[in-house]
């Protein structure tokens, strides 16, 4: 089964994707789809698909990987089943950002303006994390950094929420807060795609370096890793791909949690092992409640953020569950 899971979860995502494509508001059939894409087709189909559609599928296949593979190598560096993205903090540091260009009234300049506002604030946590992994500190060090990250920037958004004199941008921050992947461009892809790529890489080079740390610090240091240079790896990677993802969907939770956990199964059960299936897995897991968000008929569109807390706040109470039958 473990040499067969990865081509049957890109073979998902595949389906998926298209998945994706055809569903929405505007009720196109697959020929009329293809046509759109291709010469013949309609300009109001072409611009459907290629300039609502395509980026909306595209951003759910690039940041549910992102959110897939950084809960499975946060895992893997941990040692630690319940870690997931946002434990690091860079999320919420991310989030601040947008929620300042929000407050400063610079959102209404350039729909650009604002995942380069969250992706500078996820920056800062990147110069934090990376100085604390950078020392050779405990990686207990590196979570309370991350939690006293998240806290800090929590705080300052319920403080912008508190103070906005604006009930309208005081909304519009707590929707973005939401999570969501509509409305949004191939110029926001462009932007963002790199950023994740270069995650993606750093946290593949730390992949043997992870399964031999699951034989403990020790072991792992007596065969060769330095475990400095894994956990900015990790960091580094994590924060890239995690980061460039909150910029331009908002806060989307529990993929990185809970994708890990179900494809491990499957696996040879190594941390390197899970991180393509985990990537795959959250691709697969994010299109998939994005499209469920726009069939479901109600008077204003779900955002992907709730249905995926909707989906992954059972889990963490069964995983928990679990993790204390198991430690007894």
């Given amino acids: 089964m ?4 990865n081509p049957l979860l890109a073979v998902l995502v595949l389906v998926l994707f298209v998945v994706s494509l055809l569903v929405g508001p505007a009720h196109l059939g697959i020929m009329e789809s293809l046509r759109g894409f291709m010469a013949g087709g309609s300009e109001a ?9 395509l980026p909306r599928a595209l951003l759910g296949l690039l940041t549910g990987a992102s959110l897939g593979l950084s809960g499975a190598v946060l895992q893997g ?39 380069l506002g969250a992706l500078l604030g996820g920056a800062v946590a990147v110069v934090i994390l990376l100085a604390v992994a950078g020392r050779g500190n405990s990686t207990l060090t590196l979570i309370l950094a991350g939690v006293a990250l ?7 958004i319920s403080l912008a929420l508190n103070l906005s004199r604006n009930p309208f941008a005081a909304y519009e921050i707590s929707f ?52 400095k240079r894994l956990r900015l790896l990790v960091i580094g990677g994590v924060a890239l791909a995690t980061g460039a993802a909150t910029a331009v969907t908002g ?13 491990r199964p499957f696996t040879r059960g190594l941390p390197s092992a899970v991180l393509l299936p985990s990537a795959l897995g959250g691709a697969a897991l994010l299109l998939a409640a994005d499209s469920f968000t726009r069939l479901v008929t109600t008077n204003v569109e779900l955002n992907v ?24």
């Fill in 77 to 115: 560096l941990l040692r630690n089943p319940l870690a997931d993205p946002g434990l690091i903090g860079v999320s919420a540091t991310a989030s601040l950002g947008a929620v300042v260009v929000f407050y400063s009234g610079l959102a209404g300049l350039s729909t650009l303006l604002l995942p």
């Fill in 176 to 227: 973005w807060l939401l999570g969501s992947l509509k409305d949004r461009s191939m110029a926001h892809v462009y932007m963002v795609a790199p950023l994740m790529l270069a995650g993606f890489g750093l946290m593949a080079l730390a992949a043997r370096a992870l399964d031999a740390l699951s034989l403990g610090e020790e072991a792992a240091h007596s065969l060769g890793v330095d475990l």
């Fill in 150 to 156: 998240s806290s800090l920037a929590g705080a300052l």
């Fill in 305 to 328: 953020g709730v249905v995926t807390a909707l989906i992954g706040a059972p889990f963490f109470f069964w995983l928990v569950f679990r993790t204390e039958g198991e430690a007894a």
């Fill in 2 to 5: 473990s040499r067969a899971l």
């Fill in 251 to 263: 806060m989307i939770g529990f993929i990185g949690l809970v994708v890990p956990h179900l494809v």
């Fill in 45 to 53: 189909t072409a611009i459907i698909l290629r300039d609502i559609r």
